[in-house]
């Protein structure tokens, strides 16, 4: 047991999300009992003031819950920055309402974090009928999250936050303050700063984590989630150096999708027009899926 803290705090906002409690308690009761010698918090930020979020008890001896009520609805990524502002764990585990990690999950990122900033697990997708498919199909996938270039030739490769354990200390400030208007691409942000910042990032292709995919996109959730990526790549090319010329190739990236989303474009031939993307495609999810393990 860390005599001198928290060792975790897992934090979890709260938005008309008080029927996945009792499961979670569960779920991070199981996790937190196969790291005995480890303290850890589960901080619940409840960001529907409208509703009133009961605090859980828990007979687990190494685990405290407690509960932060938004005096307003904030949105994710400001509940996730309050929640990271007044928790008290050396690292921090971002963990959605509806979503879930397994019995060994902290015991593989507090082993894999060791002198590194991230850990970066393995994960599954679940869709509507149950069925699970793996986030990372090979190492070479997986190993993709260390390297910056992936998230602006192909986009945000890690699923959730859920499946990455942060030191709280490494987390840029400049992620705290600037909050985007528009949910949604915060943790692209996050992943780049943390990058550009030379943080260390370690992975383990161990499976932590379970995403749940529930197939509510729309054109107009896709309309605003691209908003939310422009915001979030306009802070970064603002406020980062030696990343100009990947901010212009996120731009023709985000401007590529849009066309064959919203405007119903040819896929192809918008590829064609952007060879250098197509070739990182080609690597990430062709070459590096099948060819390599």
Known sequence: MNSQGTDVSIITPVYKGKKYLKNLLTIIEKAAGKVPEHQIEWLLVNDFPEEKVELPS????????KLIN????????????????KCAGKYVLLLDQDDRISESALRIHLK????????ITNGYVEDENKTLKKIF???????????IRYYFYIGNIIVSPGMVMIRKKAIPKLW??????????????LWT???ANKSNFSTSYHVTYIHTDTGLNTSKNKSMMWFS?????????????????LCRVFKRRIDLIKAFQLKKRNKFRLYLENLDILFFVIDYKLIRKYLFK
Not at 74 to 82: A, D, E, F, V, Y
Not at 112 to 119: H, K
Request: charged letters at 20%; a positive charge.
């Open 137 to 147: 199909s090979t190492k070479s996938q997986l190993k993709c999250t260390t390297n």
């Open 193 to 195: 700063l943390l990058l």
């Open 112 to 119: 894999n974090i060791n002198q590194a900033d991230v850990s």
């Open 58 to 65: 828990t007979s687990v001896k190494n685990l405290k819950i």
């Open 229 to 245: 990526t422009e915001e979030a790549l306009n802070i970064f090319k603002h406020n980062t150096t030696g990343y100009k010329n």
């Open 176 to 189: 705290l303050k600037n909050t985007l208007t528009v949910n949604g691409a915060d943790d692209w942000l």
């Open 70 to 85: 938004n005096s307003v609805n904030l949105g994710i990524q400001k509940t996730r920055i309050n929640g990271i502002k």
